[in-house]
């Protein structure tokens, strides 16, 4: 059967593998070098979690809206398009070493049993759990980049390993990039709440991930989408990522380090660097095909509070905010739950000055987007 499948040409043979269920796929990819090949490329579309308990993965999917619970509840029955794939992966608690259980003092030997079973598995660091979660996301990139054109993963933050995956098999052909690393339902073993109230660090990851300094020969390029939630991107990164990128069209920040005034002014085209000036289409925004622009739990937007907005005359009652007036072609604008912002001046500036058809008002989170709290009892 594969040697009649192989005579066929190659874009028939994709459009045939993508109408098989994952498993298929990856058993189909075994049958033979050709067909290993011919599997890599058939994966357009996928969306990648890999968590330390199954309810961690169930509640982060429904946030996202990977799912519904009705899917959940009847997997078998998912209506997916073809090349569209939701893969949850479920790390195994770490085994604890039996020197562990040695050194317990012999006294407590009735205290021990009581607690054996929650002695016997422990959870991973933060660290330890980020390593694992790119070294999975790296080896799926590896093996399947060259064809995807849609990409979401979620874990707890990108390292050195999954960005060089991302920068050096995905450059030109991904053009939808979401990376998710804020899952505030979970709370429990070294992970605190407070863990996801602030993006995650700064790192050199992100350089990798640009193709710059070390890596000029990598780096994404033809992004139209890109969702970053919980990134320690800076200000400065994420500029050369959006410089990299110029068919960029819809970009989603939620609680991410690089959303201040650096980024957003020379995004809106209010001061430029000296190299930029100089042609009647660089004056011109570098955000100015962007058509949806989200900055939520976002709180560096205005580099210094508003007082007395009220009292702003109306051509600039935009005050802070004037590099929105560069994003000519914006239809969405959000700031919701980004603090410091009153929402009668974001509403006033669009009445007044930007005319957006949507804009979202920073109001706190609640109702939809309200965290669902999970019992710790059954985690």
Known sequence: MS???SLLPLELILHILSYLPFESLLAFGETSRT???SH?????????????KRIHSVISLLQAGWTTPDQMAQISSHNKQANDYTISIIQPAMSRLASDLDSKPLLKIKSLKRRCPALLEKSRTLEQMTREQNRVFAQVVNRYGRGLRKLEFMAYDLDSEGAMALASKCQ??????ALRFEH????????????????APG???WNMFLGIGRYPQFGLCGLQTLILERAGITPWQLTMLVKKNPKLTVLKLRTCRGVQPEFLNWLGGVYYEPEELGSDEDSLAPGRNLKVLWLENCHQILAHPIENYE?????ICDFGLGW????TSLRSLSFSESANIPPEYIDRANSVLWKIPEVILPYSGHGDKAPIEVDPGLL
């Open 324 to 327: 929105v007036r560069g994003l």
């Open 311 to 315: 009292h702003l005359p109306d051509e």
């Open 184 to 199: 505030p339902h979970i709370r429990d073993g070294p992970i605190r709440p407070s863990t996801w109230m602030n993006p």
């Open 40 to 52: 890599t490329l058939c994966l357009e579309c996928l969306r990648l979690g890999v968590f330390e």
């Open 3 to 5: 040697d009649k499948i």
């Open 172 to 177: 030109n052909i991904l053009h939808h990039l």
């Open 203 to 205: 790192s050199t990851a």
């Open 35 to 37: 067909n290993y090949e």
